[in-house]
């Protein structure tokens, strides 16, 4: 059965991009245009990995992955950020808050694809 | 990956310095016109009117010659406060309608390539799929597969056969009875040739008789026996000649059927090797056929790579919109801010940059801000 991949991020460009990447690497994905709207999509579903945006409306990525974390059955899943963000200080917020990767955009869809595959559970 | 990219050094400020905000609102103007233009298709003119408008309001709040920035203006409020709270939002409006049609347009690029590239994943896959293998002795084994196919091929020419050693045979016995004939003819050549001899004779005991009563009809008798068999031995003549060219024609035959006598042994064989021929000519045809879809295959895979370098590059279109979005945020503060506070000093000006600086969230953004550095971009994937 396929692995399940939910992508976080307002811009409808990169969700496809991100999308295409991963399905053709065999996985099934699940979108969320911000924090709020991927908050409202843990219902129970499967996830085995979360890549999500840092700076979006009405709930940043950072505040989605510390919610996350307080989420009983989502609390293990594992989060990278793909973002145009690359300041220190915030990847060190990231790093704390529990991601296990941080890609900065531009990225290459490959880069992407093997991150996901090493830290699919 | 680290790319660098080269930034131009403004010129330094020279004589009258315009207020700060004016500076900053014509800067961002410059900026987004030139942000705007780099995007090019519809944005393009907005771009060059911004940059256009930006670069006029800068250098127009530098002449001294132009009126003063602290005129007042109608209800007490400054000339360039009045302009900033109704032009800038103007702006703000035109940026985040491009950034929506930017984002439309690339959205469904996005969605074209994605199918292009979802039917080429189809066509590559179909064809990897699709294979076939000829093992050694795979031509033995269709053949014999395929024996009772073959034999009845081989059914119509054996029957076709059979007629014409049925035909041979008959042209045999022909042989025989012309024999007969021949020697039919010969007879009767050889009476012929009695009855002229004794219509001879006839004739010669006439003669003795000499000057009886029947004299004259032994003669004629004689004659007429004479006659007859003149005109048996031509016609034994022309039966014989007639027999001989049929015996010719037929004994012509005969040999040529036995000459092309074909067993089916050596029928059997013969299909086997044309069964053969047939499908070595059609697995070589298969062969060349496969090796094109081979070829197909590759083209389809290379040209899956080059759309994949074309959704890394759709990737600015995702940056542009995000450093439109702040700029026109920005302006929309700004103009808040600067009809709440007609009276700004340098420091709220340097403080309006420093918070600026402080909320950008690319390193492009944070270069561009002080116009004199490069550009470090980090690309790749940091694990923690």
């Keep these: 059965m396929a692995k399940t991949v939910m992508i976080v991020d307002d811009s409808g460009s990169f969700r496809v991009v991100v999308k295409l990447a991963l399905q053709k690497a065999g996985y099934e994905t699940v979108e969320a245009v911000d924090g709020k709207d991927a908050v409202g999509k843990l219902d ?78 | 990956m680290t790319t660098t990219t080269a930034v131009a050094v403004p010129a330094p400020d020279e004589g009258a310095a315009p207020g700060p905000w004016l500076r900053w609102a014509a800067a961002v103007a410059v900026g987004a016109g030139v942000l705007l233009a780099w995007v090019g298709g519809a944005a393009a003119p907005l771009g060059a009117l911004l940059a256009a408008a930006g670069g006029t309001l800068y250098a127009t709040r530098r002449a001294p010659t132009v009126a003063p920035a602290a005129e007042t203006g109608p209800g007490g409020r400054h000339g360039a406060e009045v302009m900033v709270s109704q032009v800038v939002p103007v702006w703000s409006r035109q940026m985040e309608v491009t950034r929506d049609a930017a984002n439309e347009g690339l959205a469904q690029l996005l969605q074209t390539f994605s199918d292009m590239s979802g039917t080429l994943s189809q066509l590559t896959d179909n064809l990897a ?87 004259g009809g032994s003669l004629a008798v004689a ?90 590059n759709f990737q600015f279109g995702d940056r542009v919109s995000q450093m439109m979005s702040i700029v026109a945020n920005d302006m929309s503060n700004f103009a808040r801010w600067v009809a709440a506070n007609p009276m700004a000093t340098q420091s709220d000006a340097a403080e309006w940059l420093a918070t600026l600086e402080a909320s950008y969230t690319m390193e492009e953004q944070r270069s561009h801000h002080h116009g004199n550095v490069h550009v470090e971009r980090s690309a790749g994937v940091e694990f923690f």
């Design chain 1, 44 to 121: 129970g579903r499967k996830l085995n990995l979360i890549v999500c945006d840092v700076n979006m409306p009405n709930m940043d990525g950072l505040t989605f992955l510390k919610h996350l974390k307080t989420t009983g059955s989502y609390k293990f899943t594992p989060v990278i950020m793909l973002t145009t963000e690359s300041q220190e200080a915030k990847k060190a917020e990231g790093k704390a808050a529990g991601a296990r990767a941080w890609i900065t955009k531009p990225f290459q869809p490959s880069q992407l694809v093997d991150a996901v595959n090493k830290l699919c559970v």
């Design chain 2, 129 to 215: 799929s699709f294979s076939v293998t000829a093992q050694p002795g795979a031509v033995d084994d269709a053949v014999r597969a395929e024996t009772p196919a073959l034999q009845a091929l081989t059914s119509a020419s054996q029957r076709a056969f059979e007629q014409r050693d049925a035909a041979v045979a008959a042209l045999a016995e022909c042989r025989e009875s012309l024999l007969q004939l021949q020697q039919l003819a010969k007879q009767s050549r050889e009476i012929a040739r009695h009855m002229r001899l004794v219509a001879f004779n006839a004739s010669i005991e006439a003669n003795r008789a000499g000057g009886g009563r029947n004299e």
């Design chain 2, 223 to 312: 004659v007429e026996l004479r006659t007859l068999a003149g005109r048996m031995a031509g016609i034994g003549e022309e039966v014989e000649r007639g027999v001989l060219k049929l015996q010719a024609v037929v004994k012509t035959a005969c040999r040529d059927g036995e000459i092309n006598d074909t067993a089916p042994e050596e029928l059997r064989l013969e299909i086997d090797l044309r069964a053969r021929e047939a499908l070595v000519a059609l697995l070589a045809a298969l062969g060349a056929s496969l090796q094109g879809s081979a070829q197909v295959h590759q083209a389809g895979a290379s040209l899956r790579d080059q759309i994949d370098s074309v959704f890394m």
